[in-house]
C-alpha cells in the first residue's frame, strides 16, 4: 500500500493544511490555526483527532508538549507527490530571469553562474548549478600561455562555447618558440576530437610526433598527464552556487547555530553537492527531501533540480534549502529556468 492509500480524504485534507501552514508560517501547527487558516470546514477538535492519526502514522510530529505538529519528510512526499497544486511561474519572474539570462552569450559557467544567482533571489533558497559533462564535447583548438618560468596555462576551446583552464607545470623554463611548437602540434592531432577520445588514444597520437628538445619534454607531460589536462568530469569548484546569504536568513538557520554550521560547510566543502548533483544529470526533474539524499550530511535539506542538455552538453540547476520550502512554487521556476538555459545553448 502506498503512503497515499493508507490516508483517508480528510486525512489528506488536513495534512495538505497542515504542510502548507508550517511551510508558510514555519511555526508548528496547531487544530485551531489549521481551522482558522485552511477553510476546510473542519472544526478544531476533529481536526486535533486527525492530526493525532497522522502522527501515529508518521506524518506528523512535535518537539514539544504543545498541540503544535511538524510535517515529517513522509509528510513533505506526499504532498509534493499527490497533494500539491503546481504553480507555475509568474509573469515577473519569468521575465526577470529572461532578463537576467537572455542576450547575453558568453562561455554557459557565466549563463549558469547568473542563473543560480537570480534563483537564489526568486526562491529565498540556495541556487545551485552544474557545468555541464564535457566527455562528448570535441576540441576546437587549445592554446599554451606562459604565466611563470616553471607554470603554463592551457585553455581548451571546446564546441558549445564551453572553455576550460588548467595550469600545467614543467621543469624550467622554456622558450616561446617550443611553447608555440607544442601547442601547433598539439591542435594538430587533437582539434575535431572528443576530450574522451584524446584521454584514450593521447599517447598514441603524441608517440611519434617530433619537437626535439624542450618540445618532446613537454609532450612527454601532456602524455604522462593526459587523464587530469583533459579530463571531462565536473570538478568541486564547478559547482556554481548564488547567494547563501537569503538562505541563512530563515527561520531553520537563523535560530540553529548546528543548522547554520551545516549550511556553512555545504558551500564551503563542495565536495557532497558536487556528488548529489553529479548523480542527477539523466533524471529529469528531481526532488529529493531530508533522509532520502543518500549523503546523510544532507539529511536536513531538500534539493530540487532538472537537468539541461544541448547536444552532447548536459548539466544540472537547482535549488537547495531546508525541507520547509514552498514546493509549488519553486518546482516551477527551477523547471522554467532549465529550460531556458537550454534554449541559450542552443
Known amino acids: 500500500m502506498s503512503p497515499l492509500e493508507e490516508l483517508g480524504e480528510r486525512e489528506q485534507r488536513v495534512l495538505a493544511a497542515i504542510v502548507q501552514t508550517y511551510i508558510e508560517t514555519a511555526e508548528p501547527a496547531g487544530s485551531r490555526t489549521v481551522a482558522s487558516r485552511s477553510g476546510l470546514g473542519i472544526s478544531p477538535a476533529s481536526i486535533r483527532a486527525t492530526m493525532s492519526d497522522l502522527e501515529s502514522k508518521g506524518y506528523l510530529y512535535h518537539k514539544h508538549t504543545s498541540a503544535g505538529r511538524i510535517p515529517t519528510d513522509l509528510a513533505y512526499r506526499v504532498y509534493v507527490d499527490t497533494l500539491m497544486r503546481h504553480s507555475p511561474p509568474t509573469r515577473a519572474a519569468r521575465e526577470t530571469l529572461s532578463a537576467e539570462l537572455g542576450g547575453r552569450g558568453g562561455a554557459i559557467e557565466f549563463v549558469l553562474r547568473r542563473a543560480a544567482q537570480v534563483l537564489s533571489i526568486l526562491t529565498q533558497e540556495l541556487g545551485v548549478a552544474a557545468v555541464p559533462l564535457l566527455d562528448e564535447t570535441v576540441l576546437d583548438r587549445l592554446e599554451l600561455l606562459q604565466v611563470a618560468s616553471d607554470r603554463l596555462l592551457l585553455v581548451l576551446s571546446l564546441r558549445s562555447g564551453v572553455a576550460r583552464t588548467i595550469f600545467v607545470e614543467v621543469t624550467g623554463s622554456l622558450a616561446p618558440a617550443v611553447v608555440q611548437r607544442v601547442a601547433s602540434l598539439l591542435n594538430?592531432?587533437?582539434?575535431?576530437?572528443?576530450?574522451?577520445?584524446?584521454?584514450?588514444?593521447?599517447?598514441?597520437?603524441?608517440?611519434?610526433a617530433d619537437a626535439s628538445g624542450e618540445g618532446?619534454?613537454?609532450?612527454?607531460i601532456f602524455i604522462a598527464q593526459g587523464e587530469e589536462l583533459f579530463q571531462g568530469e565536473g570538478a568541486a569548484d564547478e559547482i556554481l552556487l548564488g547567494s547563501a546569504t537569503v538562505l541563512a536568513g530563515q527561520p531553520e538557520f537563523a535560530s540553529s547555530n548546528d543548522r547554520m554550521r551545516d549550511l556553512l560547510e555545504l558551500t564551503e566543502q563542495r565536495d557532497r553537492l558536487g556528488k548529489a548533483l553529479a548523480e542527477r544529470r539523466t533524471e529529469g526533474l528531481s526532488i529529493t527531501i531530508g533522509a532520502e539524499n543518500p549523503d546523510p550530511r544532507l539529511a536536513?535539506?531538500?534539493?530540487?533540480?532538472?537537468?539541461y542538455r544541448s547536444g552532447e552538453l548536459r548539466g544540472v540547476i537547482g535549488v537547495l534549502g531546508p525541507t520547509r520550502m514552498p514546493y509549488d512554487k519553486i518546482i516551477g521556476l527551477v523547471d522554467h529556468t532549465s529550460r531556458l538555459v537550454e534554449g541559450l545553448m542552443k
Open 216 to 220: 618532446t619534454e613537454l609532450l612527454n
Open 188 to 208: 594538430e592531432r587533437l582539434a575535431g576530437l572528443s576530450l574522451r577520445v584524446i584521454r584514450a588514444t593521447l599517447a598514441d597520437r603524441l608517440r611519434d
Open 300 to 307: 536536513g535539506f531538500t534539493l530540487v533540480t532538472s537537468t
